[in-house]
Every structure is written in structure tokens, then in C-alpha cells.
């Protein structure tokens, strides 16, 4: 079952033609064989997972037809999941049991689906290879010496694995997009306020979106159909509905025009990355897409203003983790000390910058200097995509600026691993949907290196979720590049 789409797989549950406890089982056994390899999760819920698959197999016996009936999930642990250890990756919170499920989550439960862990994140979701987690190490399924990317790295390796067919994850500034794209799996990042943030631990809580990541674009539809729609526990939750997407898969791009933004150029990525992404817009139009030019003038103050925007966020939510309401409590004779205390043994070295960052963009003095011009920018972000999107109903670009690379590549240099964000954090800072969708693959040129996935983002307009897949599947079944072809040692397992 789990060489299975969870498309395939909630039919086969609904059917009857398989339960959803055998799934469980087989997923459980894939797990206990991959995690010594790859790390995806920083806990397992095998009795919440069991319970969940007999509810469900017990629903269907009653005649219910559910959409992600017996699918296995993992829960970015960033999320909560009431009951079972939530930590963001984070030593700050280690232990802490979550007294509620996020609404996203839950929503998924009630669908069908089974949780099968907590996946593993960069500390609070900041980070671009998920490097910066405090419990755990994941790797990349393609090449275990290479990152999986950040910071949703444990979601999608899981997906890639086949550890799971579904994950939540999360995306600040390119979380979801970018780990999918070095792992050669589909994640997306809805319209701002389509899915609920009740229930995730903020970072930056004007950016922060819950999205899916799975291995097909039909999977990722159906996910997000789940997930998708307002929730009265989010303020920041829209109101109006979130429309169907599963249904509306298209086979061809004709009568759509996609952009290519000229800021965006790559060949600057080097010669055989770069070739990639040209044979990418290349089918695009062989699919019938008419191709346009676009302008995104401001995208290049799109990394400057995001972190300052961020980290300034970052520095208030994260105000909260202090030792007396969350989490182990460093000692002090008073309580500033304990504050301190806490703080410089829970928190690690990246979660420390940002807010360091942050507190200072916000103190007086330079909150206009830096925060308000922050903000200014972002608004003249999104005007430049509206205007954009008046000549074009889709933009294509990079999802990363290069293929997974090796661990400690860039640990010692924070503004080039800020920089691998480059191409997904204007649509974060302009509130849009945008996709990542296996495009090719490439080596990094350094000796020896493997070929590995690159992502193709897919970006549109807002609310536009449905057009946004349906192009998206059309690429994919054109393409299929990971769709029948699997990472290194688990070919037996498409």
C-alpha cells in the first residue's frame, strides 16, 4: 500500500478493498526500516495512529465515504496534536505535551487520515535546511550527506521516504516550497489566511501558512481541499470560501499565460541548472501556455525586507517561551536571571539571532528606519505582482537557487543560506499561493555528486488555488520526472 498515491490509497480504504489498520501496518514497517537512515520524525504515534485507523475503518463500516480515508500523515512538529509531545524542534520545548489538535490537523483526522509522527523542522521553522533543529538530524532521501531543506526538511524527506503519503507543513518564506523541491516531492503554500494557523506555534504570524506537502499534485489538491476554509479560532482566517481544487485538474495549459519574471534570470545558477529551468518554460509552452515577460522591480529588496519583517515578528511571538508557562526552566535568584537562563539554554544559535534582529528593528529609534520601511516595500511587492498578474494568469521561476546541498555547506555563512530563499519570499511577503513541482534534475558541480531534484514554482494570483493545481498537474503528467523515478535505495518503492 504504500507504493500507493493517498489518492489510491482512500479509494482502496472506501472500497473495502483494504483496511485502514493493514495500511497503518505496512506504513509503521516502511518507517521502522527508513528512520535509521533518514530522521524524518522526532516521535512516532504508533497508539494514536492505531486508534485513528480503527475510527476510521469503523466509519466506513457504517457506511461513510471519507476523503483521506486510512492515508498516513505527518504532522510537522510544529503543529499540535493533543496528547503527544510538540517541540517546534526546539530544546525550549521539549516535553511539552499539547492539550489541543491545530485546526488543520484536525481537519485531516476527521478526513481519514492517520498520524504517524512528528516530523522533524528547523528550530521555531527558521532555517532554509533544516539544519537548525536541537533534536534531530533528517536527511535527504536522494543523497543522505545532503540536506532536506527548511525548514519542513522532516516533512518532506518523510514524503519522499515513503514514511508517509501525506505531511502538514509550514511556510514563513519558502518552508514548504524549498525542502520540497530539494526532496522531489509537490508542496504548496496557499493564499494567506486560506488555512487555519490555530493551533501552529507562531514565527512570523503575518507569514506564517500551513500547507501540504505529498507526492503528487493530485494528492496536495485533495490535502488542501481538507484543510482549506475559514475557522473561526484564527483571526487572521479569511471568511470567504475556499474553492474546490481536486476536481479541477487540467491535462494541458492551453488558454493560460504564464509569466517569467526577468529578475528571475538563471543563468546565473550555472550552466546545467539553469538548462533545466529553460526546459522547463520550454514545456510549459509545449503544453500550450503562452509565455510572457513580467516585471517584479522590487523583488530584489524582497530578502532585506523579510528579514527584518520576520525577525521583528519572531522576536514578540517567541517572547512567550520565558520558563514558567512552556517547557524546562533554567534556575536563577530572581526572576530576570531565570528569564535569561532559560532563554540562552533553550533557544539555539539561529533562533537567538533573529530575535536579536528582530528586538533591535522594533526599539526605539529604528522602528521606523527599519520596520515601517520593511512594510512599506512589501506593499510595493505586492503591488509590482498585481500588476504582473494583469498580463499574465500564472509565474513560473526557480523554487530554490540550487539542488540540495551537503550538510555544513553554508553553516558558517547565514546571509548565503538566507539567500537560498531568494526566489519564494516575495510571494510570502504578497500573501500568494505558489507551488513547488518536480522540474528536472542536477548535480551542484562540486566531485562526485549525485544528480538530485529541482522544483519548478508555480505561482498565482490570490485565491487562485484551483488554477494554480490544475497547471501544476498538467506539468507533473507531462513531465513525471520523480513520479517514476525513485531516490537511491528505494526503487523497489515508487
Known amino acids: 500500500m504504500i507504493r500507493r ?38 516521535a512516532k504515534t504508533e497508539e494514536l495512529a492505531r486508534a485513528c485507523a480503527r475510527r476510521v475503518d469503523e466509519r466506513i463500516a457504517a457506511g461513510a465515504s471519507l ?58 521553522a527558521m532555517g532554509s535546511s533544516c539544519e537548525n533543529s536541537a533534536l534531530g538530524t533528517t536527511r535527504n532521501p536522494w543523497d543522505p550527506e545532503r540536506v532536506p531543506g527548511g525548514s519542513s526538511g522532516g516533512s518532506a524527506a518523510a514524503v519522499a521516504a515513503r514514511e508517509a503519503a501525506l505531511a502538514t507543513a509550514s511556510d514563513t518564506g519558502g518552508s514548504i516550497r524549498e525542502p520540497a523541491a530539494f526532496c522531489g516531492v509537490v508542496g504548496m503554500k496557499p493564499t494567506y489566511g486560506r488555512v487555519s494557523r490555530y493551533g501552529l506555534i507562531a514565527f512570523a504570524s503575518s507569514l506564517d501558512q500551513i500547507g501540504p506537502i505529498a507526492r503528487t499534485v493530485e494528492d496536495a489538491a ?28 487540467r491535462r494541458d495549459l492551453h488558454g493560460l499565460r504564464i509569466g517569467l519574471v526577468r529578475e528571475f534570470a538563471t543563468k546565473d545558477l550555472g550552466e546545467e541548472i539553469d538548462a533545466v529551468y529553460q526546459s522547463a518554460y520550454r ?60 532563554r540562552a539554554a533553550g533557544f539555539g544559535p539561529e ?63 547565514p546571509v548565503a543560506m538566507y539567500l537560498m530563499d531568494f526566489y ?3 510571494m510570502s511577503l504578497a500573501g500568494l499561493p505558489a507551488l ?22 508555480l505561482v498565482a494570483p490570490l485565491y487562485q488555488e ?17 513520479l517514476d523515478r525513485a531516490p537511491a535505495g528505494l526503487e523497489g518503492v515508487r
Open 5 to 42: 498515491s493517498a489518492t489510491e490509497i482512500a479509494a482502496a480504504v472506501n472500497a473495502r478493498q483494504a483496511a485502514a489498520v493493514e495500511v497503518l501496518e505496512a506504513q509503521l514497517a516502511r518507517v521502522e526500516q527508513m528512520e535509521p537512515q533518514i530522521g524524518a520524525y522526532l
Open 222 to 249: 485533495r490535502m488542501y481541499d481538507v484543510m482549506a476554509g475559514h475557522d473561526p479560532m484564527d483571526s487572521t482566517s479569511l471568511p470567504r470560501p475556499a474553492e474546490p481544487t481536486a476536481g479541477g485538474l
Open 424 to 426: 519564494t519570499i516575495p
Open 67 to 124: 476523503p483521506l480515508a486510512g492515508v498516513p500523515l505527518a504532522v510537522k512538529d510544529n503543529m499540535c496534536l493533543a496528547g503527544t509531545v510538540t517541540t517546534a524542534g526546539s530544546k525550549i520545548l521539549q516535553g511539552w505535551v499539547a492539550p489541543y489538535t491545530a485546526t488543520a490537523v484536525q481537519r485531516l483526522l476527521d478526513a481519514g487520515c492517520v498520524p504517524v509522527g512528528k516530523a522533524n523542522l528547523d528550530e521555531f
Open 283 to 342: 514545456q510549459l509552452a509545449a503544453l500550450g501556455a503562452e509565455i510572457v515577460d513580467v516585471a517584479l522591480p522590487h523583488a530584489e529588496y524582497g530578502l532585506a525586507t523579510y528579514y527584518l519583517i520576520a525577525p521583528a515578528e519572531a522576536s514578540s511571538n517567541l517572547a512567550r517561551f520565558d520558563g514558567v508557562r512552556y517547557g524546562p526552566r533554567g534556575n536563577g535568584t530572581n526572576v530576570q536571571e531565570m528569564y535569561a537562563r532559560t
Open 351 to 413: 533562533v537567538k539571532r533573529r530575535i536579536l534582529i528582530g528586538t533591535y528593528a522594533l526599539s526605539s529609534g529604528y522602528y521606523d528606519a527599519y520596520y515601517v520601511r520593511a512594510q512599506k516595500a512589501r506593499t510595493l511587492m505586492a503591488g509590482d505582482f498585481e500588476k504582473a498578474f494583469g498580463a499574465c494568469d500564472l509565474i513560473a521561476c526557480p523554487a530554490a537557487s540550487s539542488p540540495a546541498f551537503p550538510f555544513g555547506a553554508k553553516g558558517d555563512d
Open 436 to 457: 513547488s513541482v518536480p522540474c528536472g534534475f542536477a548535480s551542484d558541480g562540486t566531485a562526485g555528486a549525485r544528480e538530485l531534484p529541482l522544483g519548478l514554482q
Open 466 to 482: 484551483a488554477r494554480l493545481f490544475g497547471a501544476a498537474h498538467a506539468y507533473e503528467q507531462a513531465t513525471r520526472f520523480t
